[in-house]
């Protein structure tokens, strides 16, 4: 079988498992991926209205998930 | 309480970790903190520290307790089966990292661990793993560092904030190492407090 058959088929597979742990997979990388891309908002001066628009979710929602993982700017560093 | 942290005071943490790991040691302990703290240009200058040096403090370490506490597991890749499942559908996660990575730099992406997503508390999120927890002292210099900061009445915390506790809290085995050394703690905390004021205006 070929590489590109092989995909097809664990993509399409019917085991739960191997579904379900995909999906597993693909949630933390999203969850790494917005996380990153927050963090790199804020530091170009992003106010979390503008983020929350861009995530197309509320103000709150994205304030109270990201804000405590956010670095605080070292005054010192302008 | 990491909300206060500065990226530099957070890259503190993470690279204690690395130090333990490096050193095969756990829990991630005051000695571990004090190896990032010397890995900052600003605190490794600091006149009371008279030049003493990462490794110098990591060869102390070393005679002092030895290497190879750790539990074998934390060293293991813990992306491994993430990057597995991913290929089942379809996605190569080396080339979303490489790509993350050409713009945003090495290590830049974190997948979260289920551990770090059901626990609540950022010490927890911070300190990472079950492998690699920080010892009790090692979180009370953290809380340190906060008190140090209202104290100086900063919003933030800087590398400085984590010093200041270290020594305050000085009990440790960062603070023994240092003390061994001939450092003087009231020197050394002057040294913190004045880095922090001369560039915070």
């Not at chain 1, 790199?40 to 109270?64: F, M, P, Y």
């Not at chain 2, 990491?2 to 503190?12: I, Y």
């Not at chain 2, 490096?22 to 890995?39: C, N, Y």
């Not at chain 2, 539990?71 to 293991?76: H, K, S, T």
Request: positive net charge; charged residues 30%.
């Amino acid at each position: 079988m070929t590489e590109a058959t092989d995909l097809a088929a664990a993509a399409g597979s019917t085991d739960p498992r191997v579904g379900l742990r995909a999906v597993v997979a693909l949630r933390r990388l999203l969850e790494g991926l917005e996380h990153l891309q927050v963090a790199n908002a804020r530091r170009k001066g992003w106010s979390w209205q503008e983020i929350a628009d861009a995530l197309e979710v509320t103000r709150q929602g994205v304030h109270k998930k990201h804000a405590n993982r956010v670095p605080m700017q070292d005054p010192r560093e302008g | 309480m990491f909300e206060r942290f500065t990226h530099a005071a957070r890259e503190v943490v993470v690279r204690a970790k690395t130090e333990a790991l490096d050193l095969g040691q756990a829990p991630v302990g005051t000695e571990h903190t004090l190896l990032a703290l010397l890995a900052d240009p600003t605190i490794a200058a600091a006149p009371a520290l008279k030049g003493l040096d990462a490794r110098t403090v990591r060869a102390e370490i070393i005679r002092r307790v030895g290497t190879g506490t750790a539990d074998p597991a934390a060293l293991a890749d813990p992306d491994d089966a993430d990057r597995e499942a991913l290929k089942a559908i379809g996605i190569d996660l080396d080339a979303v990292r490489r790509a993350i990575e050409e713009n945003f730099g090495p290590g830049s992406l974190h997948l979260p661990r289920p551990a770090a997503r059901k626990r609540k508390g950022l010490m927890r999120r911070l300190s990472g793993s079950n492998h690699t927890p920080l010892s009790p002292r090692n979180k009370k210099v953290l809380e340190l560092s906060l008190r140090e900061a209202l104290r100086l009445k900063h919003n933030f915390i800087a590398p400085e904030h984590i010093l200041l506790g270290l020594l305050r809290e000085g009990n440790g085995l960062a603070a023994q190492i240092l003390s061994a050394n001939g450092v003087d703690f009231t020197a050394l905390r002057d040294d913190a407090t004045r880095s922090l004021k001369s560039a915070a205006a």
